[in-house]
T-cell receptor, first 110, second 114 residues
Framework: GENVEQHPSTLSVQEGDSAVIKCTYS??????FPWYKQELGKGPQLIID?????GEKKDQRIAVTLNKTAKHFSLHITETQPEDSAVYFC?????????FGAGTRLTVKP | DTAVSQTPKYLVTQMGNDKSIKCEQN?????MYWYKQDSKKFLKIMFS???????INETVPNRFSPKSPDKAHLNLHINSLELGDSAVYFC?????????????FGPGTRLTVT
């Protein structure tokens, strides 16, 4: 089955700096790669996603990249703000069967 | 509000009891899921239902039984609760958009077994 690895497990940055979270997946049949943000006491919130036929996608301060050959995908957050502090999860999905990475706790220090 | 909702938000119970968690979505989605999030925040899929039919059933104890009375509801019933069942349980739903399943999560139910 699909196995998703996510790094780093914790990330601390200064407000205004960039943050990068990286994931790898094992099953080349995975065709959908969402990213979720989970704040304390809340459910995961879909913040951006990328399909297997796209290499890069951007939405304001966040961007995702996908390298299908290497089975890598990454989340980039620019100009970080304290409200970006949360746990971020990557996932890889085949027809709705979604497997998650272990999560990255991002702390943005003001 | 359009959303995935779960009740209750918190559930504290004793070992050996039977309990249910309810989930409803008003997004018109065809597929619903249950996930378990352990104390280390790891999210693991438990079940997936599409149009009231079970399509994913991970290796979970058969004390856990999903029940889908209709497309908008997927409830989770747990028999003979054990200490290790303590976790946060999330319901999610999805629709197919351009060949992929975008999943949206509920707020979670924190289950504590004492």
């Amino acid at each position: 089955g699909e196995n998703v690895e996510q790094h780093p497990s914790t990330l601390s940055v200064q407000e205004g700096d960039s943050a990068v979270i990286k994931c790898t997946y094992s099953d080349s049949a995975s065709n959908y790669f969402p990213w979720y943000k989970q704040e304390l006491g809340k459910g995961p919130q879909l913040i951006i996603d990328i399909r297997s036929n796209v290499g890069e996608k951007k939405d304001q301060r966040i961007a995702v990249t996908l390298n299908k050959t290497a089975k890598h995908f990454s989340l980039h957050i620019t100009e970080t703000q304290p409200e970006d502090s949360a746990v971020y999860f990557c996932a890889a999905s085949i027809r709705g069967d979604m497997r998650f990475g272990a999560g990255t706790r991002l702390t943005v220090k003001p | 509000d359009t959303a995935v909702s779960q009740t209750p938000k918190y559930l504290v119970t004793q070992m050996g009891n039977d309990k249910s968690i309810k989930c409803e979505q008003n997004l018109g989605h065809d597929t619903m899921y249950w996930y378990k999030q352990d104390s280390k925040k790891f999210l693991k899929i438990m079940f997936s239902y599409n149009n009231k039919e079970l399509i994913i059933n991970e290796t979970v104890p058969n004390r856990f039984s999903p029940k889908s009375p209709d497309k908008a509801h997927l409830n989770l019933h747990i028999n003979s609760l054990e200490l290790g069942d303590s976790a946060v349980y999330f319901c999610a739903s999805s629709h197919i958009l351009a060949g992929v399943y975008e999943q949206y999560f509920g707020p979670g139910t924190r289950l504590t077994v004492t």
